[in-house]
């Protein structure tokens, strides 16, 4: 008994998520990005849809919404502080709720940054955690709407979790996320191995997800923000780990 994931392929390069549980047969999409692709990855499964749970407003998350509820008459789930953004959710929840699919209880967190109202949601016993566009591997989201140190401290946040913790992120971004890392933290041996390692996915045509968060907590540098070979590479010694945060954020965006 527990928490089946199955991990699929949406628009150009987004990840869909149907998560089952096994005990009651209820079944939930991790956002919405493509009704096809979602519907596809049911059918093949055999799964019958009875939820969507959403992480942030973006289009690219919600688009879905409407045809999947029109069809399957699903409940939806998503950010309190974003309700206004999204149309067609039955619950809201924010920071601290914890959203039930059928016996799998799910922890809601804050993730700042990205977009205001980002939430995430974990699976505490069967240690998956679903970040959307907050933490991705080796990289986090864009800083859309929020600043540096609500973003950083959601981000450490999230780094607390174990390191058999499974992280499952919105985009297939990890490949371009690594030739960034690896300009600021060449010396890293985690990085390089992780680096080599989704190298060779890719190739293979395979996903880089899900991931462990110990692998992140080793070679992200976003989530290495208080380490001090961070810090010397922007020439922020003694800086507080949220300006070093921003100057990686910066980097990324002008890389």
């Known amino acids: 008994m527990g928490l089946i994931v199955d991990v699929f392929a949406a628009r150009s390069d987004n990840f869909g998520y149907l998560v089952h549980d096994t005990a009651t047969g209820r079944t939930a999409a991790i956002d919405a990005p493509e009704t096809a692709a979602i519907k596809n990855a049911l059918l093949y499964r055999g799964w019958a849809l009875s939820d969507i749970f959403i992480t942030h407003h973006h289009i690219d998350h919600v688009e879905a919404i409407p045809e999947l509820k029109a069809e399957y008459g699903v409940r939806v789930v998503g ?45 505490k016993a069967g240690k998956h955690l ?4 907050a933490l991705f591997s080796l990289g986090v989201g864009r800083m859309f709407e929020g600043t540096p140190e609500p973003m950083w401290n959601g981000i450490k946040a999230l780094r607390e979790f174990p390191d058999d913790t499974l992280i499952y992120c919105g985009h297939e971004y990890t490949e371009s996320n690594a030739r960034f890392a690896l300009s600021v933290d060449p010396d890293n041996k985690a990085l390089q191995v992780r680096a080599e390692e989704v ?24 989530l290495r923000a208080d380490d001090p070979v961070i810090a010397a590479y ?3 010694e003694g800086a507080a780990p ?14």
């Open 79 to 123: 950010p309190k502080a974003e309700a206004d953004k999204i149309a067609g959710l039955d619950e809201l929840a924010e920071a601290g709720d914890q959203i039930q699919l059928g016996e799998t209880v799910f922890d809601v967190y804050a993730a700042p940054g990205h977009t205001l109202g980002h939430i995430v949601f974990h699976d």
């Open 130 to 133: 679903f970040t959307a566009d």
């Open 199 to 222: 190298k060779a996915l890719r190739q293979a045509g395979k996903a880089t997800i899900p991931v462990s968060l110990g692998t992140e907590k080793a070679a992200n540098p976003f």
């Open 234 to 236: 922007y020439g922020l």
């Open 242 to 255: 949220a300006e070093v945060f921003a100057a990686l954020r910066k980097g990324k965006d002008n890389f």
